[in-house]
């Protein structure tokens, strides 16, 4: 009697098929086995990629001859530590009373992938395969997975792109890892006071790493600027008050006027002075006239569901925790029934699903009774009660959480109405997160908000002032989404007030007021907020509804992205603040930075990385051949490789063997005694200035580039007054935000690395 073989990813996984197929199993070492199938599982990847010492002894030595390594074959392995039950897996695979085997595992393109190598290295032949699909671990899902799988080789595509991307991860890693690292490795241990120095590149994880510093480098060279607005207090028939802001629109007489910063506030105070003045010249009895009061209503949706992006960036924010941490906390509660697939990037549902949505409602219902809830979360099981009572759930599929075209492998994640009974054992943070996931769902079954929005333009003279004021009238899906918050309408009873006011009508000014304020510098991602930037290709969107607008391919995908924030901390290369979630470089994720920026700057673009995610996507949907796909990525490898090498042969990168500034008579020229060693002096390549006591430890090392985005170069004449006077007064500097001109000084930093500071920025 034949027999068919389910291969899961996990003994877990193995454990809830047997349950849902009702097999009376025994248990046996590696697999349970009943009289009608077999389950046997993987423990994540048995099979990986062989290390290039594999296919030649010589390339365990790391030599820039031997670059680019372009294998025509690839060669696989199983891993040494699961080895046991790769045999296990591979023994029942080739039983002869197997006649059909299920793939079971994780159904995305990396569980896809770990099964393919199994499959691959077995090399079981004349056996049915089918892939078993689903999108959460309850028994009806997992029934249905089973009856309806399909032949294997519909997902040969899936396959293709699985193997595309372990390639091209592989093939970066290991040429631009070596590459760098023997071309720049000994000047980056120099300035770390290391023995050695690996400089480890990956495809995403390089491009993050770019991001991180960028954003660090951008805080640290803003430079403030202030500004100074106009405000402005009116009354009406002596009892009507309110404020206005003054704006620059066109018909004003500032209106693009360079005395502004953008068009809401004076550069300088004086200026903003005479301003006032003007308003009040022949304006005796200080009025204003009401140029408009328009009111409006506005409609404010349920936000979208949870995708795994989405709900990192939120349990970053509400309770501090890591995307990595979020995700196993996420992937306990699928595996606990609880909730549906986690690594997804869709936010809303399938038609199929929708049409079925009841079940999960309706297994909601006794939340109260199944879960020990605190007292404010005890009203879900109100809100629950109502949708299934006025039937709420019914015309979902009409509404916009539903989109067949906005889904590739998993809807988005939501509670499957199931495993309630799990929840009293759950730890806090599983608590937390599984009722979040609640609220979020159940809030698309209730109405919008709505605010009623008021606006007022009052003219003086050709000046037009604003005021806004806005209340929610009527609190809609808020009370789900926000447990029993209220919403504050501090301002309901001056609207009331505000819409006695009518275009035309003639107002008395009471007072001006200037407001300094100033230019702030851009935010340091968070853990959240950088998994948000990875989705969406570099470009952190905090407006939901706009991010859903333009969303676009993002770096990695949502099963990969937590991995890399943890495997660059890792290394070394970013800090998280485990309190704030706030990412910060390391000094030798700068340095590692630099490097990858003057050697293969185009592995810091988001732009370059989200297309070889879009490009995978492609080969995966049948838009593009394997071989086109692996010509490019080679050609990419085989460019970039050449010319690191070769600038490297012309002008060398290390501090030993540069190009140096020589006098007439052969000598290298110094420009000063070096201000860290205090022995040294201070030499001259193409690319810096740096001690001659490099070898000995000496960090001191100043870029020539460091001034570039102040569209200043810095000269060795420069390095000598630095050296010989500590500052150099008034430079000319562009700044980056404003491309305004400026004179500034320029010093070295305390630390006496070599880095420079600007100060006494000055507008000219």
């Not at 770019?210 to 009406?236: L, P």
């Not at 485990?578 to 590692?592: D, H, R, S, V």
């Not at 006496?752 to 006494?760: F, H, P, T, Y």
Request: hydrophobic share 35%; net charge positive.
């Amino acid at each position: 009697m034949s027999k068919s073989l389910f291969i899961t990813e996990k003994p877990s996984v193995a454990m809830e098929f047997a349950k849902a197929l009702n097999m009376k199993a025994s248990k046996k070492n590696g697999y349970l086995e009943s009289d009608e199938a077999i389950i046997t599982w993987c423990v994540g990847h048995l099979v990986n990629m062989s290390y290039p010492e594999k296919y030649d002894p010589k390339f365990k030595k790391w030599v820039l001859k031997d670059l680019p390594f372009l294998p025509e074959e690839y060669k696989y392995e199983v891993i040494p530590n699961v080895k046991k039950q790769f045999d296990i897996v591979k023994s029942q695979m080739k039983r002869k009373d197997i006649a059909t085997i299920y793939v079971c595992t994780d159904s995305g393109r990396e569980g896809e992938y770990i099964y393919r190598l199994v499959d691959e290295k077995v090399g079981v032949k004349n056996k049915a395969k089918k892939r078993v699909w689903i999108d959460s671990q309850t028994e009806d899902e997992i029934r249905r997975g089973v009856k309806e799988a399909k032949a294997l080789d519909e997902y040969n595509k899936l396959s293709d792109s699985a193997y595309l991307r372990a390639k091209e991860d592989y093939l970066i890693g290991i040429n631009f890892s070596r590459l760098l690292t023997l071309t720049h490795g000994r000047s980056i241990s120099s300035r770390l006071g290391e023995k050695y120095t690996v400089i480890a590149v990956g495809r995403v994880m390089t491009c993050v790493l770019g991001m991180v510093v960028k954003r660090e480098r951008e805080i640290r060279e803003f430079v403030k600027t202030s500004y100074y607005k106009i405000n402005s207090s009116f009354k009406f028939n002596d009892s009507l008050e309110y404020d206005g802001e003054w704006k620059a629109v066109e018909g004003s007489n500032y209106y693009m006027s360079k005395l502004l910063f953008k068009d809401i506030g004076f550069r300088d105070k004086e200026k903003a002075e005479e301003f006032i003045e003007e308003l009040k010249e022949d304006n005796e009895e200080l009025i204003g006239t009401i140029l408009s009061a328009t009111r409006k209503k506005e409609r404010k949706n349920p936000p979208l569901l949870y995708n795994l992006a989405e709900i990192q960036n939120e349990c970053s924010k509400k309770f501090k925790l890591s995307p990595d941490e979020t995700l196993k906390v996420v992937q306990s509660l699928y595996e606990k029934k609880m909730l549906t697939y986690p690594r997804t990037d869709a936010r809303v549902l399938s038609t199929a699903v929708a049409k079925e949505i009841g079940k999960n409602i309706k297994g909601l219902l006794n939340i109260r009774k199944a879960c020990n809830l605190d007292e404010k979360d005890q009203e879900i099981n109100d809100f629950v009660k109502k949708i299934v009572d006025e039937g709420k759930y019914k015309g979902l599929s009409k509404t916009k959480y539903v989109n067949d075209k906005s889904i590739t492998d998993h809807y988005a994640i939501i509670p499957t109405g199931q495993g309630l009974g799990n929840f009293n054992k759950l730890p806090g943070n599983e608590k937390k997160i599984f009722l979040l996931v609640v609220r979020r769902f159940l809030a698309i079954f209730y109405p919008p908000a709505v605010y009623s929005k008021l606006s007022i333009t009052t003219k003086i003279k050709e000046e037009s002032f604003f005021t806004s004021s806005k209340v929610c009238v009527d609190e809609g899906y808020l009370p789900v989404l926000n447990g029993n918050k209220k919403n504050e309408n501090s301002k309901v009873n001056n609207m009331e007030t505000l819409k006695k006011l009518k275009k035309g009508q003639v107002v008395k000014i009471t007072d001006f007021n200037i407001k300094e304020s100033e230019t702030t510098p851009p935010k340091r991602y968070n853990s959240g907020s950088m998994i948000l930037a990875m989705e969406n290709a570099g470009k952190l969107i905090e407006d939901e509804e706009l991010r859903e607008q333009i969303k676009s391919q993002g770096i990695g995908t949502s099963a990969t992205r937590s991995g890399i924030l943890e495997k660059l901390q890792l290394i070394k290369y970013i800090n998280l603040n485990k309190k704030t979630q706030i990412l910060t470089p390391t000094q030798k994720g700068e340095l590692i930075y630099d490097v990858v920026n003057r050697s293969v700057p185009s592995l810091l673009k988001p732009e370059l990385t989200a297309s070889w995610e879009k490009g995978l996507t492609m080969v995966a949907n049948g838009e593009i051949q394997t071989d086109k796909y692996m010509e490019k990525l080679e050609n990419y490898i085989k460019k970039n490789t050449s010319k690191v090498i070769g600038v490297n042969n012309n002008y060398g990168n290390n501090f030993s063997d540069t190009v140096v500034i020589t006098n007439k008579r052969g000598k290298k020229k110094s420009l000063g005694c070096c201000i860290s060693c205090e022995n040294g002096e201070v030499l001259e390549n193409r690319k810096a200035f740096y001690c001659s006591n490099w070898k000995k430890g000496c960090k001191f090392t100043v870029w020539k580039n460091s001034l570039d985005m102040y569209k200043q170069e810095v000269t060795p004449a420069m390095i000598k007054e630095l050296i010989e006077k500590g500052t150099i007064e008034d430079i000319n500097i562009v700044l980056p935000q404003t491309e305004e001109k400026c004179k500034a000084s320029l010093q070295f930093r305390k630390d006496k690395s070599g880095a420079l500071d600007l100060k006494n920025v000055t507008r000219i």
